[in-house]
Structure formats: C-alpha cells, structure tokens
C-alpha cells in the first residue's frame, strides 16, 4: 500500500509490474465494420489491457462494458453526447454498444477493462429503474468525494487479480468489477441530484431503446428484417430512426445488418455447410447477394475464404 497526501488515506498498489495476460493466446484488435470483437482469453468473459500505445482510437462498438482507468497523463473520451477528458486516477464506464473514441494528447499509461455483462442479466440489471450500466459514469477525486477511494482500491484489486495468474482470477476479477457496480449504484442512489455521476438524462431512453434494438438484431439478425419494421420497434419515425441510428451506431441500419449478418457467416463457413445453406442461415435470400455482400465486406468470395481457413488449419 501507499500513502496518498491528497487524498490522507492508504491506498491500494499494483502487484505485478509486467502486467502479462493470463493466456499465451496473442491479442489482434478485430474489427467488423464499427464494431470491434473483443477477443477474451480462452472461456473467460473479462478481458484486462495495459495500454501505453499513443494511438487514438477512433469511433467503435462493442457488446461489452468497458471501464477505463487512466493510471498516468490524460486522454479524451467522445461519445455521442459528449467529451470527458480523463486525468490520472479518474476512471470511466462506457456501456455496451455505445459508440466512443479514444484520443491523446500524448502518451500516457492507462487500463482497459472489458467486461461481458451478459451474465449480469440474471440480476435484473439492465431491468432496474437505478441500473449503473446503462450510462456513461466519470468517477474522480472531485465529483465522487465519498466512494472515490473505494473505486480506485477496488480497480487495484480487480487489475492484481486479472494479471496474477491464479486459479481463480476471472472469478476474482468479475466479482470485484460486481462490486465496483455496487459502489456506484449506492453513490448514484444517494446522490440522484449530485453531480458526482456524469449521467447523459437527455439521451437514456433513446440509448435504452437502441441498446434493446442491437440485441434483437444480434438474436434475430436471420429474420428478414427491414428498416421500417426496425424503426417501430422502437418507437421512432423512419427518418427519425435513420438519424439516430447512425448517430448511435457510426453507420446505416442496412450496412450494419449487413456487416453482423457477415460475420457469422464467416463462423460458419469455418463448417462443412454448403454455400447456399450459410446464405440462407445467416438472412441472405440468395447465394448471389450473399457472395456480392461477403465480398464487398472482406475483400473475397466466401469460397476463397473458406480455402484461406483450411490453409491456415
């Protein structure tokens, strides 16, 4: 532990200094379209990144949580209603399938926590009128005084677990990412009027209503699904919807659909099915559209890839 002056309190430290990930498994950032795909290490559903690259990162997705601790320096975060600067010690939890970027001024040592949060539906929390997921949530030593502390040592603690190749340490890490929701649920409880959580009230119902609306797609995206059938789902105007889909998501209703449609279609092609079989599975309703979209999206026909796979097994 250390003593923090500013703060007149013990705080936790980081345990392992070279920070290597519990899996020999190399990490390759993967990209459909908007939307990265988190690669976790092998059967887990948490993934910890040391980052010390300069590189910004521009606008992305993607269906997990992510909780960025900014350990030295300062970086900026943009989402589609704002801009938070981050300094050294704050942290932020960007929820799922909200479009964001990262940039920097210069570079600077900070932890990128991805969380998949799915397993928190069996708490009712996306359900829950005080959900702590569903916004974006700045934590710092001025706007959350009273649970700042208590934050900053739980991240310790959830980072030394992720990097201390125990046994147990995606269970550790998952239950200390459970209980920082804890502490900001409670302060976001008592402190609704407070401005110690950054909530963005303006733009809640419609992120609840596309965040509902990606998940159908994702269950549903081999259904013939339309524009118009999606933008009464959720309650909108077509050309309302429009807007706000590519304000929400960085592109169209139709090129999104497509690029998730693609990329299952690529795990299956990975099988034996037949052509014309992933076409149909996958919402195509021909082999020729389905050849011309699986082309135009990865750069070859879904024969030459399939070989490409073999070759690589």
Not at 159 to 177: A, M, P, R
């Amino acid at each position: 532990m250390k003593y923090n002056p500013y703060m007149d309190t013990i705080l936790h430290v980081l345990k392992f200094q070279d920070f290597i990930q519990p899996t020999s498994v190399p990490y390759t950032r993967v990209l459909e379209g908007p939307e990265e795909i988190i690669q976790y290490p092998p059967g887990s559903h948490v993934r910890i990144w040391y980052n010390t690259e300069p590189s910004a990162y521009d606008n992305h997705f993607h269906n997990c949580a992510e909780l960025i601790y900014m350990y030295e320096n300062e970086c900026t975060v943009t989402v589609p209603n704002g801009v938070y600067t981050l300094n050294s010690g704050d942290m932020i939890l960007i929820p799922p399938y909200m479009m964001h970027q990262i940039s920097y001024t210069k570079p600077g040592k900070q932890f990128v926590i991805l969380i998949d949060v799915e397993p928190l539906f069996n708490f009712g929390i996306y359900t829950s009128p005080n959900s702590t997921i569903n916004d974006i949530l700045l934590c710092n030593k001025e706007n959350c005084p009273h649970i700042y502390i208590d934050v900053c040592n739980n991240i310790t603690d959830m980072i030394n677990s992720y990097f201390s190749n125990s046994v147990l340490w995606e269970i550790e890490t998952y239950s200390h990412f459970m209980k920082f929701l804890t502490l900001i649920g409670r302060n976001t409880a008592a402190h609704e009027t407070d401005s110690g959580m950054v909530r963005m009230a303006n733009s809640k119902e419609h992120y609840d209503k596309f965040f509902e609306l990606l998940q159908y797609i994702e269950r549903s995206y081999g259904e013939p699904l339309t524009l118009d059938d999606m933008a009464s789902h959720v309650g909108f105007s077509k050309f309302h919807f429009i807007r706000l889909f590519k304000e929400y998501t960085g592109t169209t209703f139709y090129d999104y659909l497509t690029n998730k449609r693609i990329q299952h279609a690529k795990q299956l092609l990975a099988s034996n099915m037949g052509i014309t079989d992933v076409a149909f599975s996958c919402g195509f309703n021909n082999q020729t559209s389905f050849c011309r979209a699986f082309k135009k999206v990865c750069g070859c026909p879904p024969t030459e890839f399939r070989q490409n796979l073999k070759r690589k097994q």
